[in-house]
C-alpha cells in the first residue's frame, strides 16, 4: 500500500504483516490476550515506525480511563516490532518519561515510533488528527530466553483436570438398551433403579430385534471393562463395534455409551488399574472427533453408587465423563505452573534411542543433564543409521553409550538387554510409530503395529523395572487425551501410557507420562506431514514444537508432581469459537463477564475484621490465576512474586485491570512491581478501600 493511500504516511513507507504478529511474540514468551491485540496495521522506513491502533468494541471503559491501558499498550507494541527479525533476544519496555496526556477518550490512534539515543519516542493521535499522548523516551531492555521461560512454560506445560458437572434431570421416556457382557454390574444397578432397559448379548442380537420391527433405542449402553481381557483385544472390540456401529445407518440417532471402571484418573492420587480401558478410551476419543455425537464415554467407580449419574451423565451432552461418588466430572485441559526444571544423572536407558527424537534427547541428557552413562535401545541398534556418529559424539562429550539392537515389543529380547544394565536410574520410552487412518478404515494389523511398540513395550518395561528409586518416563501423545481425528490407533496406544504412569504411582513407583505434542524434527514421526496435515493439526489447537522448546518443557515436567503431563505448542488462533469441550478452557481470556466495581468490597463486607486479609488474599489469588491460565488460586503461592511465576508486563496490564473492574478503584500499571506478592497487593487493595469508606 502506497502513502497516498493511507492518509497521514509519509512517503516511502512500506506496509509490514502483522497477521502472524501475536503468534510470534507468543512463541518468545510474550502472551497477549485479545483485549491486549490492538495493532490493526504497522508501516515503517527505516527505524520509523507507523501504526494504527484500537480497542475492540467489546473492550469497555469508555468513562473510565483517560487513555485505555490496553491502548495505551498497543501503542508500545508497535516500537517492539522492529526488533522481531533479531534473532539476538527480545526486546521489551522497561521505563517511560516524558508521558504526557493531551486528550481523553480515544478508542483508536495512529502511533508515530522514532528511536533515538535516549530512547524510543512516541506519538499518539486521534481519528481527528489531534494528538492523544505523546512519550519522551521510551527505555527498551532485551529480555532472554531464559527469562522468559516460565512464561512459555506455563502455556505449554498442560495437565488434565476434572472439573465438577451439575447433573441434570435424566430423560424418563427414553428407550434403552444393554449390549454386550456385563462385567462390572451396569445392568443391575439400572433395574435396580427401575430404569427400562433392554438386553442384547451381542451386535448380531440387537440387528435381528431391529429386523424384526423393534424401534432403534435412543442410548445403548457397553461395558468395556474386562479385567481378564489384554489391551490389544480390548481395543480390537472396540474397533469393530465402532466400525459396525457407523456402517449401520439405523442406528444413526443412537448413541453408544461405553462404560469403564478405573480406566481414567478423575481425583488426585487415583489409581488406573484398567489399561484395556484405558486404551478404548483413547480409541474412541478420537471415533468422537471424527464423529460427533455418536459416542459417548462413562468411568464409573461403583455402578451401583453411581447408577442416577449414569443417567445424568447420558442426558448432560457432554461426551466424556467420570462418576465418582455419585457425581460427574469431565476433562478439560489446563495450563499448569512450571515447575523449577530437574535433571536426570547415572545410567539412563532411552527406548528408541537412534530415531530422530531419541538421538536429540540423547544429546540434551549428555549436555544439560550430564548423564554418563547412555544405554540406547533400537530394532537395528548399531546398525541403524547415524548410530555410529552419535557414539562417537557423545563419547566425545564423555559419556559411556551403549547401543544395543533389541525389539522392545518383545519382553524376552528386552529382558535380555535390561539384564546387563545394573541399577538404571531412569528409563525413558520414546519408541513408537504412527500409522493415521479414519476409524472406519483402521484394520486390526494397522491398530496392532501401533500398540505393539508404543503400548506393549512400555507394560514389558514396567514388568521389568520395578525399581522405586528409577525414574520412569513415557513418552506419549496429546493424541491419547484429545483423540486426534485420524489417529484412533495411535490415541488408543497412548492412553495405555497414561494409565500406566497413574498405576505405577499407585504402587509407590515412579511414572510420568508425557503427552507431547508433535515435534518439529527430521526423520521423527512427522517429518512426511504434509503441509495439509500440518494446517490440520493447527486448526486443532497446536502447533509444532521447536527442538529447544521441547527440551526446556522435557526438563520442567521432569520436576512435575503429575503423572500425566503434556508439553505442547498451542495455535492460540485455532482456540477460539467451536473448540472441544477438552480444550475450552485453553481458549484466550476476556470472553467471561466482567466483575462488578464492588466485588470485593461486597466479599469484604460480611465477614469479620479478623477474616478479612484471609479473603482479600484470596480475590488476589484468584484473580492473578485467572490472567496467568492457572486451574486455581491454589497455584498462586501468596509470598512468591509475581514475576517469579511467569506475569509479564502484559499479564500485570490485565491483572491491574481486572482489579480495578472488581474494586472500583484506579489502579497503576506499576501495580504488581508496587506490590510484588499477593500478600502485599491484597494489603494495599485493603488499604485503598479503606480510605475510601473513611
Not at 279 to 293: N, T
Not at 508 to 520: D, V, Y
Not at 554 to 570: C, I, K, N, S, W
Request: hydrophobic fraction near 45%.
Amino acid at each position: 500500500m502506497s502513502s497516498s493511500e493511507r492518509p497521514g504516511l509519509p512517503d516511502g513507507v512500506r506496509e509490514v504483516d502483522i497477521d502472524h504478529l501475536y503468534h510470534r511474540l507468543a512463541d518468545r514468551g510474550l502472551q497477549y490476550g485479545p483485549v491486549f491485540r490492538g495493532l490493526r496495521a504497522v508501516w515503517s522506513r527505516d527505524d520509523e515506525v507507523w501504526a494504527d491502533a484500537a480497542l475492540d468494541q467489546g473492550s469497555g471503559g469508555d468513562g473510565d480511563y483517560h487513555l485505555h491501558p490496553a491502548l495505551f499498550d498497543a501503542a508500545l507494541q508497535a516500537a517492539l516490532v522492529p526488533g522481531l527479525d533479531r534473532e539476538s533476544g527480545t526486546f521489551l519496555p522497561f521505563a517511560l518519561r516524558g508521558v504526557r496526556l493531551h486528550k481523553a477518550g480515544a478508542r483508536a490512534v495512529r502511533v508515530h515510533t522514532v528511536p533515538g539515543e535516549g530512547g524510543v519516542t512516541l506519538a499518539l493521535t486521534g481519528e481527528d488528527g489531534e494528538p492523544v499522548a505523546t512519550v519522551g523516551a521510551l527505555a527498551m531492555r532485551p529480555v532472554t530466553a531464559d527469562q522468559l521461560d516460565a512464561a512459555v512454560q506455563r502455556t505449554q506445560l498442560l495437565r488434565m483436570a476434572w472439573k465438577a458437572v451439575v447433573q441434570p434431570r435424566a430423560v424418563a421416556d427414553q428407550h434403552w438398551a444393554f449390549l454386550g457382557t456385563d462385567h462390572i454390574g451396569v445392568t443391575g444397578a439400572l433395574k435396580a433403579i427401575r430404569r427400562p432397559l433392554d438386553t442384547h448379548p451381542s451386535l448380531g442380537a440387537l440387528d435381528l430385534a431391529l429386523r424384526n420391527g423393534a424401534p432403534a433405542p435412543d442410548v445403548v449402553i457397553v461395558s468395556c471393562t474386562d479385567e481378564e481381557a489384554p489391551v490389544r483385544s480390548a481395543a480390537q472390540r472396540a474397533l469393530v463395534l465402532v466400525q459396525e456401529w457407523l456402517a449401520d445407518r439405523r442406528l444413526a440417532g443412537t448413541r453408544l455409551v461405553l462404560v469403564t471402571r478405573g480406566a481414567v484418573a478423575a481425583r488426585a492420587q487415583e489409581d488406573v488399574p484398567d489399561a484395556p480401558g484405558a486404551a478404548v478410551w483413547g480409541l474412541l476419543r478420537s471415533a468422537q472427533s471424527e464423529h460427533p455425537g455418536r459416542f459417548v464415554l462413562v468411568d464409573v467407580d461403583d455402578p451401583e453408587d453411581g447408577s442416577h449419574a449414569l443417567l445424568a451423565a447420558v442426558a448432560s451432552g457432554e461426551p466424556q465423563l467420570a462418576v465418582r461418588r455419585g457425581a460427574l466430572f469431565r476433562p478439560r485441559l489446563v495450563r499448569c505452573p512450571p515447575p523449577r526444571p530437574a535433571a536426570l544423572t547415572g545410567t539412563v536407558v532411552v527406548t528408541g534411542g537412534t530415531g530422530a527424537l531419541g538421538r536429540l534427547l540423547a544429546r540434551h541428557l549428555v549436555t544439560r543433564h550430564d548423564v554418563g552413562h547412555l544405554v540406547l535401545l533400537s530394532r537395528r541398534g548399531p546398525d541403524a543409521p547415524g548410530a555410529a556418529e552419535l557414539t562417537a559424539e557423545l563419547t566425545t562429550a564423555g559419556a559411556r553409550v551403549e547401543v544395543h539392537a533389541c525389539d522392545v515389543a518383545d519382553r524376552d529380547d528386552l529382558a535380555r538387554v535390561l539384564a546387563g544394565v545394573p541399577a538404571p536410574s531412569a528409563v525413558i520410552h520414546t519408541a513408537g510409530v504412527v500409522s493415521d487412518g479414519a476409524v472406519g478404515t483402521l484394520t486390526p494389523r494397522g491398530l496392532d503395529r501401533v500398540l505393539r511398540p508404543k503400548a506393549d513395550a512400555a507394560l514389558h518395561l514396567h514388568d521389568l523395572v520395578k525399581d522405586p528409586e528409577c525414574a520412569f518416563v513415557l513418552f506419549s501423545s496429546v493424541a491419547g487425551l484429545t483423540g486426534n481425528a485420524g489417529q484412533a490407533n495411535y490415541a488408543a496406544a497412548n492412553g495405555v501410557l497414561d494409565a500406566l504412569a497413574h498405576h505405577r504411582r499407585a504402587l509407590g513407583l515412579r511414572g510420568t507420562s508425557l503427552a507431547w505434542g508433535l515435534w518439529e524434527s527430521e526423520g521423527g514421526m512427522g517429518s512426511d506431514l504434509s503441509a495439509t496435515e500440518l494446517a490440520r493439526i493447527k486448526r486443532s489447537g497446536f502447533a509444532p514444537l521447536g527442538h529447544e522448546q521441547g527440551l526446556a518443557l522435557f526438563d520442567a515436567a521432569l520436576a512435575g508432581d503429575e503423572a500425566v503431563l503434556a508439553p505442547v505448542r498451542l495455535n492460540e488462533a485455532a482456540l477460539t469459537g467451536d473448540v472441544p469441550p477438552v480444550l475450552a478452557e485453553l481458549a484466550p481470556a476476556g470472553t467471561a463477564a466482567p466483575a462488578s466495581s464492588d466485588a470485593l468490597r461486597s466479599r469484604l463486607a460480611g465477614l469479620p475484621e479478623t477474616e478479612r486479609d484471609a479473603a482479600a488474599l484470596d480475590f488476589v489469588r484468584e484473580a492473578a490465576a485467572a490472567v496467568l491460565g492457572y486451574d486455581g488460586p491454589d497455584d498462586v503461592a501468596p509470598d512468591r512474586e509475581f514475576s517469579a511465576v511467569g506475569l509479564d508486563s502484559i499479564g500485570n496490564l490485565e491483572l491491574s485491570r481486572r482489579l480495578a473492574s472488581a474494586t472500583g478503584l484506579r489502579l497503576p500499571a506499576t501495580l504488581t512491581f508496587d506490590h510484588p506478592t499477593p500478600v502485599q497487593l491484597a494489603a494495599h487493595l485493603r488499604r485503598l478501600l479503606q480510605e475510601g469508606e473513611a
